[in-house]
């Protein structure tokens, strides 16, 4: 009887010993060669739980190699580079037209889900391209004030001091098109209105192009940075949490658990804990206690402890 009491307590002291611990798979600490850290996890239960379903870790090949893909209503986009000390993500569209490529296959566009964590940053630059002047709705008649002829006016906003269009529309690959510049029309900073989506097929554009960098070198559009940057925010008040700041610092990856999506840190070796993969302020000799040391000195003392139990 005594020996199945001592059993009992040690099954219980174990699991009261070790209170914040359970068993998970590992978040990723990395997606191809983008490192991952909070608010993206790559997968289930990694990350912030509102980024999760936006941003994924994907397998694109046999050989296994992983794609950090960004998605929303209107398709699936690499990320390409992410900012985390200035929260913007990077992403490629392969159906935009570049100063290399014009896509002149049908195009819908690209779009932000309203209620995700996005939204454009204001470096993000527009370029319609290849718009009806005669039905597209981003141009409206007006007069030219001298003999009341009507002419076309963009609705889009200006180009300022650079003149994007002049610049695209000389690229070698749309130059072959012969396309005139009055076919262009210029967003920037991007405003696509409360839905943030630019509907190419009912603005009666073919295609678009996006970049938010001239690199250096405005009157060079092949050197530009093409592609999108998307701000987000890490929570309500852009604050970064403090319990995940203390569990990146301990090697683990910022996730979440359960039906309220409780914050848990995931350690290298699969455990998750509610607090950091050092499992809690233990220290020896100064410093903190490895993680596998934590448990080992909790069973020897549940063993010590089951041995003057019996004896």
Known sequence: MKLFQAIFSFTTLSLLLLPSMTSSQTCRRSCGKLPLKFPFGGGPGCGDPRFQQYVTCNIIDDHQDQQL????????????????ANQVLYISDPSMSTCSCINTQPNKGFGLDW??????????IFALLDCSLSSSPIYHSDHDGTN?????VPLCDSQGTVPICSYLYSCRAISTISLPISTCCVYTPVDLGPAYEMDLEKLKCTSYSGFYSFNGRQSDPDSWNYGIALKYKSSVYNEYPSSCAECERSYGACGYTGPYNSFTCNCPSGINTTNDCYFGENYNLGSRLLPWKTVAVGMVYCVAWLLVWVL
């Open 148 to 152: 009341g002829s009507d002419y076309k």
């Open 69 to 84: 893909t960004f998605t929303t209503h209107t398709g699936s986009y690499q990320v390409t580079a992410i900012d985390y």
């Open 115 to 124: 209620e995700a964590p996005f939204s454009f940053h204001d470096d993000t």
